[in-house]
């Protein structure tokens, strides 16, 4: 069983940078992919980024490309987010989400969630 919670969305102007950060609880961290998945109002969940369960690959949705880093901590139990150059078309629910052994970018394939944070960006 592992248990995330994310932290550190708000409201932002474009432009602007935001850093979230997902806490896990459980067992051994580093065994689980990882993923940030993105939800806006109406639409379905969407990923974001991917990163092994080692920090070594990570993947990311074309239309965040250059502008958000995804990284790990396995001694701290944490994900992160760097969100930079955020448009008003990032507003969103961003979850993170953990499975045993690779990340993917399938909803459908993670077992853990968290609750999500809100991100906002103002044009």
């Known amino acids: 069983q592992v248990q995330l919670v994310e932290s550190g969305g708000g409201l932002v102007q474009a432009g602007g940078s935001l850093r979230l950060s997902c806490a896990a609880s459980?067992?051994?961290?580093?065994?689980?992919?990882l993923a940030w998945f993105s939800q806006a109002p109406g639409k379905e969940r969407e990923f974001v980024a991917g990163i092994s369960g080692n920090g070594g690959r990570t993947y990311y949705a074309d239309f965040v490309k250059g502008r958000f880093t995804i990284s790990r901590d396995n001694a701290k139990n944490s994900v992160f987010l760097q969100m930079n150059s955020l448009k008003p078309e990032d507003t969103a629910v961003y979850y993170c989400?953990?499975?045993?052994?690779?990340?993917?970018?399938?909803?459908?394939?993670?077992?853990?969630w968290g609750q999500g944070t809100q991100v906002t960006v103002s044009s």
């Open positions: 459980g067992r051994t961290f580093s065994n689980y992919g």
């Open positions: 989400a953990a499975r045993s052994n690779y990340y993917s970018a399938y909803a459908s394939a993670y077992a853990y």
